[in-house]
């Protein structure tokens, strides 16, 4: 357990999991279903595919009134295309308390870091 634990942090929360992504990697997934390990929480809104700053965008819709979440790609299990669907390993109330999205701010470094950190997976981009 505890090898598996430091393995985990050294992963970068930022990259997706090579099982995550391991058909299509130019696969749009803007539009696609995204389930928590508890149900349904939205869809993708917007995506980065950039070596080491991956990540979805999910427009909550009304599950969390009118908001968005940015789920580093790390956080994604598995994209299944047929089904349009992204799976995250996380449940509805750890993504609902996630640091808050603001459209202003949430591409940089210190917002990306503390993010990282409540998702526990290693640094978020330009962390030294």
Same mark, same amino acid.
């Given at each position: 357990m505890a090898e598996e634990k430091?393995?985990?942090m050294t992963e970068n929360v930022w990259d997706y999991r090579s099982e995550a992504r391991s058909g299509d990697q130019a696969l749009d997934l803007v539009g696609f279903d995204v389930e928590a390990? *508890? +149900?349904k929480i939205g869809s993708v809104d917007e995506e980065s595919n950039a /070596? @080491? *700053?991956s990540y /979805? /965008? /999910? *427009?909550?819709?009304?599950?969390?009134?009118? #908001? #968005?979440v940015v789920l580093p790609a790390g956080t994604v299990t598995r994209i299944d295309p047929q089904e349009r669907k992204v799976y995250i390993s996380r449940t509805k109330e750890e993504i609902k308390n996630a640091p808050e999205f603001d459209e202003a701010?949430? #591409?940089? $470094?210190d917002y990306r870091d503390k993010l990282g950190g409540?998702? +526990?997976? +290693? $640094?978020g $981009? @330009?962390?030294m």
């Open positions: 430091s393995l985990a390990t *508890d +149900g /070596v @080491g *700053d /979805v /965008v /999910v *427009d909550t819709g009304f599950w969390i009134f009118g #908001k #968005k701010t949430y #591409k940089e $470094p409540y998702y +526990g997976i +290693g $640094p $981009p @330009g962390a």
